[in-house]
């Protein structure tokens, strides 16, 4: 099992570039996140889809746009790249919503200049 | 929505010291996680311990939920201890996913 993955692990933008983060899992989970972390701080929720079909906002949605593409695949877009958005983005997944645990991929930096 | 308290902010200990992480919430929780950040930025599962008590080799935890505080003990710490331990609670309601505290960043040194 490779648990969750993301690509890519790194990549810089210049403001105005659109791009697109993956996260794939394999633990066949119902639920999935999307975080951001920035500098000295804990993680912070941009979207989650508690299941296929469902996407809701989280605590810092603004920026972010995300599609739930089948069970296993959660992606989060970036359409207008902005350098407040320079952070390092975590997914995780959970078997179903809040009660279970979370298990998150490597982590993708990114950099806008 | 909950608040999460990390204590205390920084530690640095000798290799083979003992310590205690405190993690404080404001509200009833449903999911507690422990996590390592290593220096990598990697973030390992600790502990799942909405309550009672865990042990896994030098580290363990307690939450009791009831006074709404979680401690994870690390005991004969080694260099490879060292990173930030976040605490991660979880409730029925609001976002439906973790609240984070700041973390506590601690330094092994040998």
């Known amino acids: 099992n490779a648990g969750v993955t993301q690509t890519p692990k790194f990549q810089v933008l210049k403001t105005g570039q659109s791009m697109t983060l993956q996260c794939a899992q394999d633990m066949n989970h119902n639920s999935m996140y999307w975080y951001r972390q920035d500098p000295g701080m804990g993680l912070r929720l941009i979207y989650y889809s508690a299941s296929e079909g469902t996407t809701d906002k989280g605590e810092v949605p603004n920026g972010y746009n995300v599609s739930r593409l089948n069970k296993r695949e959660f992606s989060l877009r970036l359409e207008s790249a902005a350098p407040s958005q320079t952070s390092v983005y975590f997914c995780?997944?959970?078997?179903?919503?809040?009660?279970?645990?979370?298990?998150f991929g490597p982590g993708t930096r990114l950099t806008v200049t | 929505g909950i608040q999460v308290e990390q204590s205390p902010p920084d530690l640095i200990l000798q290799e083979g010291a003992n310590s205690t992480l405190r993690c404080n919430f404001s509200d009833s929780v449903n999911n507690l996680q422990w996590f390592h950040q290593n220096p990598w930025g990697q973030l390992i599962n600790l502990f799942y311990i909405p309550s009672g008590t865990k042990q896994n080799g030098r580290l363990s935890a307690t939450t009791v939920a009831t006074e709404r505080y979680s401690l994870l003990y690390i005991s004969s710490s080694q260099t490879t201890d060292s990173g930030v331990y976040f605490c991660a609670v979880g409730m029925n309601s609001g976002y439906s996913t973790l609240t984070f505290g700041k973390g506590t960043m601690l330094l092994v040194s040998p």
């Open positions: 995780a997944s959970a078997l179903a919503g809040t009660t279970y645990e979370q298990y």
